[in-house]
């Protein structure tokens, strides 16, 4: 199984951005997808999730600007992030709860998109 995140970059203040992450491989149901991010300096932090249920929550930093949701046809999960500010600043990572085909629960990760916000 693997996870490709890409749509980080430079946006200005207040501006938006959409991440989105694509799983592939031997997955037979996707459980969990979340996004973490980590501003330099600083520890990982969760950012969203999104269950196989289409249940969603937020970080209180992100709630009401940023929006988890996912296209189960194409294994896709994207956050949307609008009223971007300095502090989410920082290396984007999606994750993911996936069973694989032999029926293996296990942990993935993607390799991390940079998003820089900034004037």
């Known amino acids: 199984v693997q996870l490709q995140a890409c749509g980080g970059g430079l946006v200005q203040p207040r501006g938006s951005l959409r991440l989105s992450c694509v799983v592939s491989?031997?997955?037979?149901?996707?459980?969990?997808m979340s996004w973490y991010r980590q501003a330099p300096g600083k520890q990982r932090e969760w950012v969203a999730s999104?269950?196989?249920?289409?249940?969603?929550t937020y970080a209180d930093s992100v709630k009401g600007r940023f929006t988890i949701s996912g296209d189960n046809s194409e294994n896709t999960v994207y956050l949307q992030m609008n009223s971007l500010n300095a502090e989410d600043t920082g290396v984007y990572f999606c994750?993911?709860?996936?069973?694989?085909?032999?029926?293996?629960?296990?942990?993935?990760w993607g390799q991390g998109t940079q998003v820089t916000v900034s004037s």
């Open positions: 491989g031997s997955v037979f149901r996707i459980n969990v």
């Open positions: 994750n993911g709860d996936i069973t694989s085909w032999d029926r293996t629960d296990n942990d993935y």
């Open positions: 999104q269950s196989a249920g289409t249940t969603t």
